[in-house]
């Protein structure tokens, strides 16, 4: 599975943003998807995860009320809209796979896709 995110950006803080990310490969129902972050001098986060059997979702607290995340097993497409951005949510943004079901441990995906940076603004 090759992943690619895109929809990353500068917004200004309570603003929206909606992360795609694309997935090759015929076995993407298969894969549960995630999204991780990173900001500057921090260990990279889980943020969301969807798994692959029921669609079932999970938050990292950070994200809960203001994040969903989404699949289109048709488009082998993932998605993160972000809704009343902060100026903490500042990080690049990576999607990932793992086969794993619930909330994978990061070492557990095996596929990752390469970051789209998000910049919120005060």
């Known amino acids: 599975v090759q992943l690619q995110a895109s929809g990353g950006g500068l917004v200004q803080a309570g603003g929206s943003l909606r992360l795609s990310c694309a997935a090759s490969?015929?076995?993407?129902?298969?894969?549960?998807m995630g999204w991780f972050r990173q900001a500057p001098g921090k260990e990279r986060e889980f943020v969301a995860a969807?798994?692959?059997?029921?669609?079932?979702?999970y938050y990292a607290d950070s994200a809960k009320a203001r994040f969903t995340i989404s699949r289109d097993n048709a488009k082998n497409t993932e998605n993160l809209q972000m809704n009343s951005l902060k100026p903490e949510d500042t990080a690049d943004y990576f999607c990932?796979?793992?086969?794993?079901?619930?909330?994978?441990?990061?070492?557990?995906?095996?596929?990752w896709g390469q970051g789209t940076q998000v910049t919120v603004s005060s």
């Open positions: 490969g015929r076995t993407f129902s298969r894969y549960t």
């Open positions: 969807i798994n692959w059997n029921d669609d079932t979702t």
């Open positions: 990932a796979a793992a086969r794993a079901l619930g909330i994978p441990r990061k070492d557990e995906y095996q596929y």
